[in-house]
């Protein structure tokens, strides 16, 4: 089901709880709420629909993709980008990393150690910012 987008930054700002199974729905709702922005928006975690757990979905290529409770365990080769947020109005200054290694489980809690690096790392790192209760 396509959810409303979480515009608050009290409601942003609290670090999300572990996903279990029970949250299974969840992943769905993103998934179609995703799906209704891909238009202008290329990520999103759970809170931005107002569910704070730990699970977000990143468009990689043209599937969406579920990470749940996912953990950056590396980082490496830092720049500096502007982002959006469909959360927010406007772009602000952020430092992402090119290469990433998380830790994560997928649509059936299965756990995955993975390397992703350009611009999905950094569409992974701004949603488990989000994960983390930190907003641009």
């Known amino acids: 089901m396509i959810r409303p987008i979480?515009?608050?930054p009290q409601q942003l700002n609290h670090?999300?709880?572990?996903?279990?199974?029970?949250?299974?729905?969840?992943?769905?709702d993103l998934i179609d709420t995703l799906r209704a922005?891909?238009?202008?928006?290329?990520?999103?975690?759970a809170n931005m629909i107002g569910q704070n757990v730990r699970i977000i979905v990143v468009l990689m290529g043209v599937l969406p993709v579920a990470l749940v409770?996912?953990?950056i365990r590396?980082?490496?080769?830092?720049?500096?980008?502007?982002?959006?947020?469909?959360?927010?109005?406007?772009e602000r200054p952020t430092t992402r990393y090119q290469t990433i290694t998380v830790d994560y489980q997928d649509q059936q809690f299965q756990?995955?150690?993975?390397?992703?690096?350009?611009?999905?790392?950094q569409i992974i790192q701004h949603e488990v910012d989000?994960?983390?209760g930190i907003v641009i």
């Open 6 to 8: 979480v515009h608050d």
């Open 15 to 28: 670090r999300a709880a572990p996903a279990t199974p029970a949250d299974a729905a969840i992943i769905t």
């Open 37 to 45: 922005h891909q238009d202008n928006c290329v990520g999103m975690a």
């Open 69 to 71: 409770n996912p953990q």
């Open 74 to 90: 590396q980082k490496r080769d830092p720049f500096a980008t502007q982002e959006g947020c469909l959360s927010l109005e406007g």
């Open 111 to 121: 756990a995955h150690h993975q390397e992703f690096t350009g611009f999905i790392a």
């Open 130 to 132: 989000h994960c983390n």
